[in-house]
Nanobody, 121 residues
Framework: QVQLVESGGGLVHPGGSLALSCAAS????????MGWYRQAPGKQRELVAW???????VYGDSVKGRATISGDNAKNTVYLQMNSLKPQDTAVYYC???????????????WGQGTQVTVSS
């Protein structure tokens, strides 16, 4: 089994910064990409940021210019830094990864449990 363990999150004041990390653990052969999605109450889950194993990032429109994603392939870990946070950034942030477990011949999409981020004064 592959697990994604998120850390960071919590309460942040408007205009503040946020740092999240997500580590994949378990019997992993390879990870082709990792990233973050978020879901606010009553809204659909949306892409925050995504990075491939080669280091190519993709950002959601709502966070472009405010977010930076980076990864450490050796640690199977992805990091997200967000600045200039707004109340609209309040959501549960989920880690996501495309993983090939040991003994598997194909990739599957894994999700973390989610971490709450609340932007409020």
């Amino acid at each position: 089994q592959v697990q994604l363990v998120e850390s960071g999150g919590g309460l942040v004041h408007p205009g503040g910064s946020l740092a999240l990390s997500c580590a994949a653990s378990g019997r992993i052969l390879s990870i082709s990409a990792m990233g973050w999605y978020r879901q606010a109450p009553g809204k659909q889950r949306e892409l925050v940021a995504w990075i491939t194993a080669r280091g190519d990032p993709v950002y959601g429109d709502s966070v472009k210019g405010r977010a930076t994603i980076s990864g450490d392939n050796a640690k199977n870990t992805v990091y997200l830094q967000m600045n200039s946070l707004k109340p609209q950034d309040t959501a549960v942030y989920y880690c996501n990864a495309d993983v090939v477990p040991l003994g598997w011949s194909r990739e599957y999409n894994a999700w973390g449990q989610g971490t709450q981020v609340t932007v409020s004064s």
